[in-house]
């Protein structure tokens, strides 16, 4: 008997449960309306799903593709070179060294945004121009800034390394191909960084050389002289306007 007690509570809990469930679901399917995702289909909804991967590959990457275009590769890299030329190894941070870079990128390309805005981005948005043309028109100034800041040697350089049948029949500057004009902007822009580099390292590798000659002859062999240079090279730098000075001349170094 009490078996048979047990069995139907049982069925009484279940038929309960489900009753429950069932009323649950008509509810949830009234507040929220059932959303349904077709992957796949014809091919309008592939060419549609290509195109979003597309653009989103071509967002992700552009950050690294404009920097590339503009004084963003000179900038850091002199940077970097002011701080090992010191000596210091994580000061300033990197986070610091980039926004100044960053700042100083947008400080030095405002003339070449501004061209931008008022050659593309003004006659697109008023409809004037199609969205074909204002990408051309905004792409005319970044060639002209790079163009100016680029070696002939690289740009010779680069010519010959595309293999185009064309290039050996150029007549105007303005028929390079963009990518060619990038890549050999982009080597002239780390050639001519390495080179202010160097300039800025030989003021401090003379104080690193006098203070090991002074450390030799009194005989404190196993004294590192970088522990002794250190505080000369950030007290010079600093009574000099090391900065100051650093960033004023990046800033002309593309006038």
Do not use: H
Not at 16 to 39: G, H, K, N, Q, V
Not at 50 to 57: D, K, M, R, S, V
Not at 223 to 246: A, C, E, R, T, Y
Request: proline letters at 4%; glycine letters at 4%.
């Amino acid at each position: 008997m009490r078996r048979r007690i047990t069995f139907v509570l049982i069925l009484i809990i279940i038929l309960l449960l489900c009753c429950s469930t069932a009323a649950y679901a008509d509810r949830t399917d009234t507040i929220f309306p059932a959303i349904s995702l077709d992957i796949g289909g014809d091919g309008s909804n592939n060419s549609d799903t290509l195109e979003i991967l597309f653009l989103i590959t071509v967002i992700t990457l552009l950050p690294s593709i404009m920097i590339m275009m503009t004084s963003f590769t000179r900038v850091i890299i002199v940077l970097s070179f002011v701080r090992n030329a010191l000596g210091l190894q994580q000061t300033p941070p990197n986070q610091v060294l980039i926004g100044l870079a960053l700042f100083l990128t947008l400080f030095i390309m405002q003339p070449v945004i501004n061209e931008i805005n008022t050659q593309a981005y003004e006659p697109y948005t008023n409809g004037a121009i199609s969205q074909k043309v204002a990408l051309e028109k905004a792409v005319d100034p970044l060639r002209e800034f790079m163009l100016k800041q680029t070696n002939n040697e690289d740009l010779r350089l680069f010519l010959n390394l595309s293999r185009d049948e064309e290039a050996g029949r150029l007549e105007n500057i303005s028929d390079i191909k963009t990518n060619v004009v990038i890549a050999a902007f982009i080597t002239s822009e780390m050639k001519r960084a390495f080179t202010i580099g160097f300039m800025i390292f030989l003021p401090f590798l003379i104080i690193d050389m006098v203070v090991a000659s002074v450390l030799m002859s009194m005989g404190m062999v196993m004294l590192p002289p970088s522990m002794i240079s250190l505080p000369f090279k950030i007290m010079l730098f600093v009574l000099v306007d090391g900065w100051g000075l650093i960033v004023k001349s990046l800033i002309l170094s593309f006038n």
